[in-house]
């Protein structure tokens, strides 16, 4: 047989691994993996730099399924291609406890280097790599050896999704020409045609963004391997190959059609597929000699190419010591030991917003972490998240540290986890905490991939002021202390604002961090010695026997510290707790929690300018909850102070009344 015949072969397993896999679990997305089983097989076999052996190898291009449903096409070719996943593996396809989960998840299966499904969320984090790696081999000083590659699937639900258009557009904008999409372009959704609802020219669009533009027959191998070289030749922009294909190619009767988008193929179908293909309708998950062979022989030339590229950066790395030490320190994503003091010593000594003690702090923290960049949708002079004298990155410049998004808060929130993925960055972004409604998805992604990145929500309360509701965050903070597995913290003040950023920099995943746009008050320097923002709360000021415990986030902690003060003026004894954090302190043991929050003290306060959702459990049967659940009004923030009752004078008559 010849190696052409041995291609085709190959390509049908995939498509027949691929309904094999949808048809045992009885769920599953066979048509993309079967209409797109051609190009990806191509892609894999002649362009894409991998290593099964060391699915981390730091040479390797990037691979990005974004239209994530189609994952069974994912599992077959890093099954086939030599990664730990067998066919017993592609068997248990979307079974309790397997190694091919529904949607691809990265961290899971070894060779998925994101978590995708929902759709265009993986096309844009694709870009983040992209930016990523350009501005690795800029850092590094070479451009030769890190040349890697990002290649992204994407299909007509991608295009349709407004994230491809923030993504893209930036990515056109940047000239990223180390980027290639695929679109699948078989016309094809849940509901029917893509005509019900989508007829722009996608490749038009693209052209107006600043890419490449090849259309081709997708399921044509000479033309998708000329497509691919012209890309990988393409200099100065990003490509972007429309491949016309015909879902669920092969199989007899559901080819084309919206059945076999979504559903299994059915037991009859499926035979008569495999009949058509030349398969054995009785055997399942099989893989023909031939093609173990073939592609057994192509993983072979991909680990030599692997211990090649190997020895160029051995050689590299002895030849550069610095650029060493540099990758070193990126790919750890290094933060001194001791960077809790270090940035302590950055923080402003005069009373101001916590948002200008943060970029204060940052510029400390950009100093002494290689790793950190990053960026802000077009709201730096805000958010005061500009790191100085470190770049813009651009096409000019690749080396920056700093990206400017643009007016794309979405697109921003999954670049940076694109650029977490990748490995040798610790990103942030940053936008107007109101915003971070546009950036859920991003969220939610990053804290199920535990991605380390850092998310700066300036702008955190009513008292943005005279922007009114619109701007003025109310049940934003209650939004992201819902989502599993990101630390949400909301500093008090400057000294805060600096134990914050040093936990967040320690962080094993995402962390979100809300900062004020009006000016706060300093601790005193005893307050300042009793914080301790890593266990989440803290006992900032105490009177013997206390009657009451007032629990507060940012800025309302200055404020109910003066309240305490009125109070034991009058006679009562208090308690104020500062908490930074819901998630931090819930971490802590039963033993500290119930130091800061004694279980004997029925009579507690909380006070949040916010929503009071959630309070309850810090609150208890019997707190007091100082919050607002209801949207603002466009005031100076003093004046929304006052008569929403969150200054001093407001909180003491509250909790007056309360202990009355």
């Known amino acids: 047989m010849s190696v052409e015949c041995d ?32 190009y990806a097989f191509t892609l894999w076999s002649r362009f894409l730099r991998f290593n099964p052996d060391d699915p981390q190898w730091l040479g390797r291009d990037r ?51 994101v978590t995708t499904g929902p759709l265009s969320s993986g096309l844009a984090s694709g870009v983040g790599m992209a930016i990523g790696l350009k501005q690795l081999a ?195 994503r290094r933060v001194p030991s001791d960077i809790l003091p270090q940035l302590l010593a950055a923080v402003p000594a005069k009373e101001t917003a916590t948002r200008n003690s943060g970029g204060v702090i940052m510029q400390r923290a950009a100093q002494l972490v290689p790793a950190l960049v990053g960026g802000a949708a077009d709201l730096n002079p805000s958010t005061k998240t500009y790191l100085e004298k470190l770049g813009d990155f651009n096409p000019q410049d690749r080396a920056g540290r700093n990206i400017h998004y643009g007016v794309r808060e979405l697109g921003m929130g999954l670049c940076s986890n694109g650029l977490a993925l990748l490995g040798t960055a610790i990103p942030f972004c940053s936008t107007f905490a109101v915003f971070s409604d546009y950036m859920k998805p991003a969220l939610r992604l990053a804290a199920i991939q535990k991605l380390h990145e850092v998310f700066v929500f300036t702008h955190d309360s009513i008292f943005v002021g005279e922007d009114g509701p619109t701007h003025q965050p109310i049940e934003q903070l ?35 961090i809300f900062l004020t746009r009006q000016n706060v008050a300093n601790f005193t320097p005893d307050q300042v010695a009793r914080i301790d923002l890593a266990k989440g709360a803290y006992v900032l000021s105490d009177d013997a026997g206390f009657e009451v415990v007032l629990i507060a986030t940012g800025s309302e902690v200055p404020e109910a510290l003066v309240a305490a003060q009125t109070l034991r003026q009058e006679g009562r004894k208090v308690r104020v707790v500062s908490m930074p954090s819901w998630e ?27 929503s009071t959702f959630g309070w309850e459990r810090y609150a208890g049967p019997e707190g007091l909850m100082i919050g607002l659940n209801r949207f603002g009004d466009s005031a100076p923030y003093k004046k929304l102070a006052d008569e929403y009752g969150f200054t001093a004078a407001r909180i003491a008559a509250k909790v007056k009344a309360y202990l009355a």
């Open 7 to 38: 291609v085709k072969r190959a390509i049908d397993t995939v498509r027949v691994l691929s309904a094999d896999g949808v048809e045992k679990a009885k769920s599953g997305h066979p048509g993309m993996p079967m209409g797109c089983a051609d």
């Open 63 to 113: 691979f990005v399924l974004s239209a994530g449903h189609g994952s069974m096409l994912l599992y077959s070719l890093l099954h086939l291609f030599g990664y730990d996943l067998g066919l017993e593996d592609l068997a248990q396809f979307r079974q309790w406890g397997s190694r091919t989960p529904g949607h691809p998840e990265f961290g899971h299966t070894a060779g998925v280097e």
């Open 138 to 332: 800029a850092r590094l000083d070479n451009q030769d050896l890190f040349d890697q590659r990002v290649f992204v699937v994407s299909g007509d639900g991608c295009m349709m999704e407004g994230t491809s258009h923030e993504a893209c557009a930036l990515a056109g904008h940047q000239k990223l020409d180390n980027l290639v999409l695929f679109y699948d372009d078989n016309g094809i959704t849940i509901e029917g045609s893509t005509s019900l609802a989508f007829s722009e020219d996608v490749g038009q669009r693209f052209a107006a963004y600043g890419w490449h533009v090849i259309r081709i027959n997708g399921q044509d191998v000479g033309q998708i391997n000329r497509a691919l070289t012209e890309a990988l030749a393409t200099r100065g922009k990003p490509v972007i190959i429309i491949g016309k294909t015909t879902i669920a190619l092969g199989a007899p009767n559901l080819q084309g059609s919206a059945e076999a988008h979504g559903a299994p193929l059915g037991a009859e179908e499926l035979a008569a597929t495999k009949k058509a293909l030349g398969f054995d309708p009785a055997r399942s998950f099989v893989v023909p000699d031939e093609v173990r062979a073939l592609c057994a022989g192509i993983v072979t030339e991909k680990k030599a190419a692997a211990q090649t590229w190997d020895r160029r950066l051995a050689s590299w790395q002895s030849a550069r010591p610095e650029g060493a030490a540099l990758l070193e320190a990126l790919s750890q």
């Open 478 to 512: 209650a939004m992201l202390r819902s989502l599993p597995g990101v630390i949400t913290l909301r500093p008090a003040e400057s000294h805060e604002v600096a134990h914050a950023w040093a936990a967040a920099l320690q962080a094993k995943g995402p962390v979100a």
């Open 584 to 610: 931090l302190f819930e971490a802590q043991s039963a033993a500290y929690k119930e130091s800061v929050l004694p279980a004997a003290c029925r009579r507690r306060v909380t006070v949040e300018a916010g």
